[in-house]
């Protein structure tokens, strides 16, 4: 059975840095996609970085292009979300979603099949 934990949300200062992990079980990560969603109150849920397919080919969100980094550890299972120079409007639920045995075609949360319960990141400013 697939199934992804994240951890690592939390509140900070706007210009702070979080990093969110995401830990997994039963996904293949030179196989299928992985990434980052979030949702603001009152917004839809968007994509904010995803490895497309395997980890070869990535995608952000214009907004957080240069201020968020996507990696792997592959011994640990974990995805990871670096995010630096945080901004107020970062301020989301964050999620792990994958599609197990797929491609994200656009980065975009109806893609998914596997999602976490999500973890809450704040940016006071």
């Known amino acids: 059975q697939v199934q992804v934990v994240e951890s690592g949300g939390g509140t900070v200062q706007a210009g702070g840095s979080l990093r969110l992990s995401c830990t997994t079980s039963?996904?293949?990560?030179?196989?299928?996609?992985m990434g980052w969603f979030r949702q603001a109150p009152g917004k839809e849920r968007e994509g904010v970085a995803c490895?497309?397919?395997?980890?070869?080919?990535?995608y952000y969100l214009d907004s957080v292009e240069g201020r968020f980094t996507i990696s792997i550890d592959v011994a640990k299972n974990t995805l990871y979300l670096q995010m630096n120079s945080l901004k107020p409007e970062d301020t989301a639920m964050y999620y792990c979603?994958?599609?197990?045995?797929?491609?994200?075609?656009?980065?975009?949360?109806?893609?998914?099949?596997?999602w976490g319960q999500g973890t809450q990141v704040t940016v006071s400013s």
């Open positions: 490895f497309m397919w395997g980890a070869y080919d990535t």
């Open positions: 039963g996904l293949n990560f030179h196989e299928d996609a």
């Open positions: 979603a994958a599609k197990s045995h797929g491609i994200y075609q656009h980065c975009e949360s109806d893609e998914a099949n596997v």
